[in-house]
């Protein structure tokens, strides 16, 4: 049997030492690769906390809007963007060139799916490339990508070393898993424990220090591979029991149950049990894809991973069955499908956030579509989408768009929509979030996952 992963034990080097100093007088300078959901916060976070900053990304057009302190992230509101430019410890940068400069660079570049839904990881190498063009003694890189395990040792690492600097020596390089969750009130970059694995002692020496001067809490790994691995389980984690109470609201279904009262009775249990609820299926950057990551390398170890599968096969049947429940409601009504007028409320992946990557939203507005129904959508996160057949806008949420609807279908629950008002006018809906839990809808009947 092979042994677990460990990183190389090495003594301090110099350019270890210099950059600990560094660190600790907040000297060191700051380059973020990618300003996206994860990039940009860690480098308002980093710029907050005392370090010189330059967020770097291939989006012109992203860059030219930060550096007039807008804020496409929700978690980062205008006014701490421009206290970090004004405050000249934050810039945005479409060019690379000045990256040798940077003591500390962190990549936070997408990691999403092929057409083949084989991990795409052509974003981690352009960006490792980027890095090793002027990579010198005394950097440290974090790569902070979900990806799976093996990639920092055996995709990126090989890119640094044709530079003949040593790792561990010379430069430093780690992962440590971006674990952000948008929207969240109580847990923010500060506050969430943060996984670090190196390639050397050296290098989770240099990672720790970093990260630990301006967040809570750093936990060392034995390797960049328990890290890796260890985004994946937290990941997986969520889409397999996002499956499992999917697959129990069906059966609640069957048996003429209500999944969301099960599921609350369930969670009276003080131990032994987590809540999770059922939806339209799974959204967002991370849990629909990287569950693929890692059982696509399993797959080159010729194992199946088994959960991650079946859990992918029931999330992405749910916009299916959606539109079966919608096609049900209309049939009370003596409705068919084809022709019928259907408002999608909240085509984001969650509540209170803009984001619609991977949206199970866009996927029942197509199924619906394509029965012939007329759908239109609001959410006061996202006034226009690109859908198949064009770009569709955010209708206004007013009455008569309620009462002329045939059926209303709630994908989002976001805090800012009047669902009281929902259920007095709409003549018929389906909630996939219970947003009308408690509520009387005198006109329609509802039906819900
Ligand atoms: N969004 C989340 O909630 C979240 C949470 C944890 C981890 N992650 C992971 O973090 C990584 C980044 O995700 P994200 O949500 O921030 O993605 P994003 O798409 O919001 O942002 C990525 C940014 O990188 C830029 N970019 C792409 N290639 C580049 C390059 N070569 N050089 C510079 N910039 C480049 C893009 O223009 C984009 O602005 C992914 O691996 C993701 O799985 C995301």
Redesign the pocket.
Known sequence: MSQPKRSTVLEPSEALRALLAKIANREARIGI????????PLAVVMAEAGFDVTG????EE?VAQLNEGTSY?GDIDNSRLSAQLGAGLYRARST?EDLGERDVISI????PLSKTRDPDIS?IV??SE?VARSLRPGQLIVL????YPGTTEELVLPIFEKTGLKVGIDYFLCFS??????GNPRFDIRNTPRLMGGITSNCINAGASMYGSFLEQVVQMSSTQAAEMA?LLENTFRAVNIGLVNEVALMCKKLGLESWEVIDAAATKPFGFMKFYPGPGLG???IP??PHYLSWILKTLNYTARFVELASEVNTSMPTYVTELVTEALNAHKKPVNGSKVVVLGIAYKANVS?V?ESPALDVIELLREKGAEVVYHDPYVPDVRLGHGTQTSEALTDDLLSSADCVVITAKHSSIDWRRVAALAPAIVDTRNATQGIEAPKASIYKL
């Open positions: 690769i990618g300003q996206g959901y994860v990039g940009l770097y990304d291939v989006a992203k992230i690379f936070c570049v997408p990691t974003y352009q960006a980027d902070e990508s979900t990806t898993p971006e674990r952000v969750d948008p985004k967002g950057h991370c894809v990287d984001d990557r």
